[in-house]
């Protein structure tokens, strides 16, 4: 870092995608805001997700790049990157535009992935972050790169900030639609199929958990995702017709979805980038992990929450982002995961005070 901290007067950090890789950067922001509080902080992302950042009273400046940008994009967003002389930038997704973005200037930090420590994991099963000492998070990831000027964790967590406009909209939901002032969020799907729990497990899980409470149940998830949420409303209703299901994929905007996450007193998920947007609004989450592991990064952050695996499986981690299928054709990691267990964990969560900590 040849950037003297003293004189860090403009910052930029750069995450074009995806929802939970920039939820897990609000941690960055938070303390580079603490560290240097005169600094302009500019924020890097693509259009499509820009609201994850637009409101965070960190940032100066939020800078979108078009989602089907291409080289003439790049290229003027360069320029203009060059013209601000920035003090420091943090490339925070190291990937092949970012560093072009980046190439020739001083100053530049980037995210360690240990590309070769997640290669050896994924391909032989071969675990070097313990006994090499990676950060377990990716959210402590973020800070390694800086950590010279002076940052450190502050164990506050993530943050999303929520607009009036969206909090107002899920306000008139809940008068609307809603009755009760708490449910059970669920959250079925992800980025990757193999990501999936199975729906029907799901449905049991939120049946029993709303039965149980006396709650309605909020299904969370893109337009893309509402036809498995249908499925899972029909199984529910199958099981107890009385509980009252709003099936919100694709209804909702994702700070109206992270404004309705606060009526919800616990939230099952998958691994997927709502499953951040809950940890950031501080609920408690039972996730479900099959194909990834906790030293690939994207366990649940700052919030009180149980994570639901298979062990024992040698197969596991197979991939450190998702596939559309089980290589090994038996998708054991999730198939082996009774509704029981998690369950049993959300009552376990439903059970505790507060929102902060891990449930071993």
């Known amino acids: 870092m040849e950037t003297a901290p003293d004189s860090i007067d403009k910052t930029l950090i750069i995450r074009f995608s995806s929802i939970g890789d920039i939820v897990l950067s609000s941690l960055l922001c938070r303390i580079l805001r603490q560290r240097f509080p005169q600094s302009e902080i500019d924020y890097l992302v693509k259009a499509e997700h820009a609201d994850l950042v637009r409101y965070n009273p960190h940032i100066t400046r939020v800078i979108e790049f078009p989602a089907n940008g291409g080289i003439r994009n790049l290229l003027k967003l360069r320029q203009s990157i060059h013209t601000a002389k920035y003090d420091l930038i943090v490339d925070a997704h190291d990937s092949l535009r970012s560093r072009f973005l980046c190439w020739g200037l001083r100053g530049v930090v980037r995210l360690r992935k240990h590309k070769i420590a997640r ?34 964790d502050d164990d506050n967590g993530l943050e999303i900030f929520v607009h009036k406009e969206s909090l107002n909209t899920a306000e008139r939901f809940l008068r609307t639609w809603a009755s009760g002032d708490t449910f059970i969020g669920i959250c079925p799907s992800a980025k990757h199929s193999n990501k999936m729990w199975l729906k029907e497990r799901f449905a049991e899980t939120a049946a ?43 209804r909702t905007s994702l700070l109206e979805t992270a404004a309705l996450m606060d009526h919800c007193s616990i939230v099952i998920t998958n691994d997927s980038g709502l499953m951040h947007i809950a940890a950031a609004r501080k609920r408690k989450v039972v996730a479900i992990f099959g194909p990834t592991v906790k030293e690939l990064g994207f366990f649940p952050y ?36 009774p509704a029981s267990r998690v369950i049993d964990a959300a009552r376990q969560l439903l059970k505790v005070k507060g929102t902060v900590g891990v449930i071993e």
């Open 302 to 337: 700052g919030t009180l929450s149980t994570v639901i695996e298979h062990e024992s499986l040698r197969c596991r981690p197979c991939t450190h982002i998702g596939l559309p299928h089980c290589p090994k054709g038996h998708f054991k990691c999730m198939n082996e995961i």
């Open 119 to 152: 290669f050896l994991l994924v391909k032989f099963k071969i675990n070097l972050y313990k006994s090499l000492g990676y950060a377990q998070g990716v959210a402590e990831r973020y800070i390694e790169p800086v950590s010279s000027l002076g940052v450190a």
């Open 208 to 250: 029993v958990l709303a039965r149980e409470a006396g709650e309605g149940v909020m299904l969370f998830g893109s337009r893309d995702e509402h036809g498995r949420c249908m499925d899972i409303e029909e199984w529910i209703h199958e099981k107890c017709r009385e509980i009252p299901v709003f099936n919100l994929a694709g």
